[in-house]
C-alpha cells in the first residue's frame, strides 16, 4: 500500500468520525476529569491519601516549607517547578490533600487539550479526537492524577513542548522561537530529564521551521533566542543554588545517587536500591558511605558528582554487563508492565475498581499501534519525526538511570499520536474490503506486541503485603493504632514484609504502654533480619525503659554500627551516655563521668553536657578545661543560666588560686 492511499484511509476515517464536530474536546476532557474525580474521591478510603509518604510525602513538605517561607536547602535536590505549585495551592487553599490532587486533573487536563488540538492541527481532526481519547482513558495518567508526586506536571509540559516545537514548522518567528524555549525550559525544572531532547527541537528549528538556507544568520539566531528562552526558567534555580548553597548546579542534585542506583553491581534497573542499604535506604545513607570513602562530609553538589563518577567507573570498567543493563533497561521502559516504586499501583489503582483494567491501555497498547504508526507515518508526516525524535531521547535520558512508571510517562501524551494513526488507519481499511497488500503494514503489530509484552525476565508486581505494610505505616502516623495492627498483621504473610511489620507491631505495643508485648515483636523481628538498625534501636528504647542500662547500651551501639547516618541510634546513644555520665557524677566517679561526657559530645553535642562536663573538669580540678567546656555550652546556648553562673564561679576560683611572684630586679 502507497502512503497515498494510507492517508486516504485515514482521511475517510476522518469523515466518518465527524471530527469536525467542535465538542469533541470538551466531551473528552469532561470525561478525563470526570475519571480522575472519580479516582481521587475513592482514594479517600485509604490512609495514604492523607499521610502521603516517601517521595509523596517529600513533595507534601518541601511545598508546605515553601508556604511558610522556607525554600531550599541549596543547591535543589529536586526540580522545583511542581512543589512551587504545589505550594501556591496550599498558600490559597490550606493544607487539603484533595485540591492538591485536583492541580494534577488541571494539568492532565490541559495536556489531554494540547494532544486534541496538536493533532487536529498536524494530522487530521480524527487522529487528535483519537490521540486525546487514548490520553483521557489511560489508566496510568488516571492513577498518577490521584499521587502526589510530579508525573502530571511532567506531561502537561510533555505536550505543551511538542505544541510549541510543531507550531514552528509553521510559524519560525522569533515570538513562537520565544515561546517554545520558554516551555521547554520550564519542562527542564519540572524534570531535568527534558534537558536531553533540548538537541531534538534544535534540529527541528534547523531542518523544518522553513528557514532558508539551513545555516543561515536568521537560522542562528532563531537557535540563540531559543537557548537564551530555554534557559531564563534555569538560570534563577542555577544562581539561588550557587548564592545560596555555595556550588554551581543548574538544577537539582538528585541525579548522581539515582545514577549510581541504575548502574552498580547490584542493580536490577528497576529497583531503588542503594548498594549495601537495600530498598530502605535514605540519603543519609548515601551522605555517609560516600562520606567514609572519601573521608570527609560532602556537599549536595559534590555528593551527586560522587555518584555519578562512581556509576560511570562502573559501566567502565564492566562494559558486559553495563551494555545488558542498558538493554534490559530500554526493553523495560517500552514494557507494558507498570513497574512500582513508591506505591503498589496495582493494589491501589484497585481502589476504584475499574482503574486496573484502563491500566492495560498504556503501554500494552500504546507500543504496538504506536509502531504501525509510525510506519505509516514517518514518510509523509514530518510531525511524526520530531515526535520520534523527542520519545527516543528522552527514553535514553531515563535508560541512564533506572526504570519505574512514574518515569517514563511524560512520554505518553506524544506516544499517543502515532497509536491513534494507527488506530485511525485500522478503522479505516476494514470499512472497506481490504487486499492483502492493504494489509501487509497490520504486520507490524508483531513486534510490538513482542516489545509490549516480552517478559523474560519474569517480572511480577511487588507482592500485595508490601501495600499492606504501607497502608499500616499511613495508619501508624494517623494514630489509628488498630487499624495499623490490622495492615501489619496482614503483610506479616509476605515474607518480604515480615521484619519490619514485626518492628511496628512493637512500636504499637510500646505506644499503648505494653513494653511487654514490643519486646516480644522486636526480638522476633531481630529473628527475620537481624542487621535492621530500626529493630535493634528500637529494642534498646525498650530495655533502657526497663532498667537495662548496658543491654541498651549494647543495642543502640549496634543499630549506630549499622546505620551510621540514622539520627535515632545516635540521639539514643548519646543520651544514655548523659544520663550515664549523670550517674557516675553523682557517684564521684568523675573518670567514668568525663569518659561518657565525652561520647555524648561526640556524637550529639549541645549546651547541657558540655556544662556537667566543665562540672567533671573543675572536680578534676582542670580549671582552664573545665572554663574551656563552659563556654562551648554558651557558644550553643547564650542563655543557658546555669552555665553563666558556672563561668562566673570558675573565674572567681581561679582568680584567687592565682598568686603575686616577685620579679627579681636585675641591674646592668
Known amino acids: 500500500m502507497t502512503i497515498k492511499s494510507m492517508s486516504d484511509q485515514i482521511n475517510q476515517s476522518n469523515k466518518r468520525l465527524r471530527s469536525d464536530w467542535p465538542g469533541w474536546p470538551y466531551l473528552i476532557i469532561g470525561l478525563a476529569v470526570l475519571l480522575r474525580v472519580i479516582h481521587i474521591l475513592n482514594s479517600r478510603s485509604n490512609p495514604t491519601f492523607w499521610a502521603p509518604a516517601v517521595d509523596p510525602g517529600w513533595y507534601d513538605q518541601t511545598a508546605q516549607n515553601i508556604v511558610l517561607g522556607q525554600w531550599g536547602p541549596f543547591p535543589l535536590f529536586r526540580a522545583p517547578l511542581y512543589t512551587t505549585l504545589l505550594a501556591a495551592v496550599y498558600a490559597v487553599f490550606g493544607h487539603d490533600l484533595v485540591v492538591a490532587r485536583l492541580l494534577n486533573v488541571l494539568f492532565q487536563g490541559v495536556a489531554i487539550w494540547a494532544v486534541w488540538r496538536i493533532g487536529r492541527a498536524y494530522f487530521t481532526s480524527a487522529v487528535g479526537i483519537v490521540a486525546a481519547l487514548l490520553l483521557a482513558v489511560n489508566g496510568t495518567t488516571i492513577y498518577f492524577a490521584g499521587e502526589l508526586v510530579s508525573s502530571s506536571a511532567e506531561m502537561m509540559v510533555a505536550a505543551l513542548g511538542l505544541w510549541a516545537t510543531l507550531r514552528l514548522t509553521r510559524d519560525p518567528g522569533l515570538t513562537s522561537v520565544t515561546v517554545c524555549g520558554l516551555i521547554w525550559g520550564f519542562a527542564a525544572i519540572t524534570r531535568p530529564n527534558f534537558l536531553f531532547v533540548y538537541p531534538v527541537v534544535i534540529a527541528a528549528i534547523v531542518l523544518l521551521a522553513r528557514i532558508k538556507p539551513l545555516f543561515s544568520r536568521r537560522t542562528a539566531v532563531s537557535v540563540g533566542v531559543w537557548l537564551i528562552s530555554a534557559f531564563i526558567p534555569i538560570l534563577p534555580i542555577t544562581a539561588a543554588n550557587y548564592f545560596y548553597g555555595g556550588e554551581v548546579v543548574m538544577i537539582a542534585t538528585q541525579g548522581g545517587v539515582n545514577f549510581w542506583i541504575g548502574n552498580n553491581p547490584e542493580s536490577t534497573g528497576i529497583l531503588s536500591i542503594l548498594p549495601g542499604y537495600g530498598n530502605t535506604w535514605t540519603m543519609g545513607d548515601a551522605e555517609s558511605e560516600a562520606e567514609r570513602e572519601m573521608g570527609r562530609p560532602l556537599k549536595s553538589g559534590e555528593l551527586s558528582n560522587y555518584y555519578y563518577a562512581k556509576g560511570w567507573n562502573f559501566l567502565k570498567a564492566h562494559p558486559g554487563p553495563a551494555i545488558r543493563f542498558m538493554i534490559r533497561k530500554t526493553a523495560l521502559f517500552f514494557n507494558r508492565f507498570e513497574i512500582s516504586n513508591n506505591k503498589h499501583i496495582t493494589h491501589f489503582a484497585g481502589l476504584s ?234 557517684q564521684r566517679q568523675d573518670s567514668l563521668a568525663l569518659r561518657h561526657f565525652q561520647e555524648c559530645i561526640a556524637l550529639e553535642p549541645s549546651a547541657p553536657v558540655f556544662h556537667n562536663l566543665a562540672l567533671v573538669y573543675a572536680e578534676l580540678g582542670d580549671m582552664s578545661r573545665a572554663l574551656a567546656s563552659v563556654e562551648r555550652a554558651l557558644q550553643f546556648d547564650p542563655y543557658f543560666v546555669q552555665s553563666e553562673k558556672l563561668r562566673a564561679r570558675l573565674l572567681l576560683e581561679m582568680k584567687a588560686t592565682l598568686k603575686a611572684e616577685p620579679v627579681p630586679l636585675t641591674r646592668d
Open 353 to 586: 475498581p475499574w482503574l486496573p483494567f484502563l491500566i492495560h491501555l498504556n503501554f500494552g497498547i500504546l507500543i504496538p499501534l504506536g509502531l504501525l504508526g509510525f510506519w505509516i507515518a514517518c514518510r509523509s508526516q514530518p510531525a511524526i519525526r520530531i515526535i520520534a525524535g523527542l520519545l527516543l531521547c528522552y527514553a535514553a535520558s531515563v535508560v541512564l538511570f533506572f526504570i519505574t512508571a512514574r518515569f517514563r510517562m511524560p512520554v505518553v501524551p506524544w506516544l499517543v499520536f502515532p497509536a491513534a494513526i494507527g488506530l485511525v488507519w485500522i478503522a479505516g481499511i476494514f470499512r472497506k474490503r481490504p487486499t492483502r497488500s492493504d494489509l501487509d503494514p497490520l504486520f507490524i503489530l508483531i513486534p510490538g506486541i513482542v516489545i509490549a509484552y516480552l517478559n523474560i525476565w519474569n517480572l511480577t508486581e511487588a507482592p500485595i503485603g508490601w501495600a499492606r505494610y504501607m497502608e499500616g505505616n499511613a495508619f501508624l502516623r494517623l494514630n489509628q493504632l488498630d487499624s495499623a495492627k490490622v495492615c501489619f498483621f496482614d503483610s506479616i504473610r509476605d515474607s518480604n514484609a515480615v521484619a519490619r511489620s514485626q518492628l511496628n507491631l512493637g512500636v504499637i505495643a510500646q505506644r499503648l504502654g505494653n513494653n511487654t508485648e514490643a519486646l516480644y515483636w522486636y526480638q522476633e523481628a531481630l529473628k527475620a533480619d537481624s542487621h535492621n538498625a530500626d529493630i535493634w534501636n528500637n529494642l534498646g528504647t525498650i530495655q533502657e525503659a526497663s532498667g537495662d542500662t548496658l543491654k541498651a547500651l549494647a543495642s543502640y551501639q549496634k543499630a549506630r554500627a549499622l546505620r551510621p547516618s540514622a539520627p535515632d541510634p545516635r540521639h539514643n546513644l548519646a543520651g544514655i551516655h548523659f544520663r550515664l555520665g549523670n550517674s557516675a557524677f553523682k
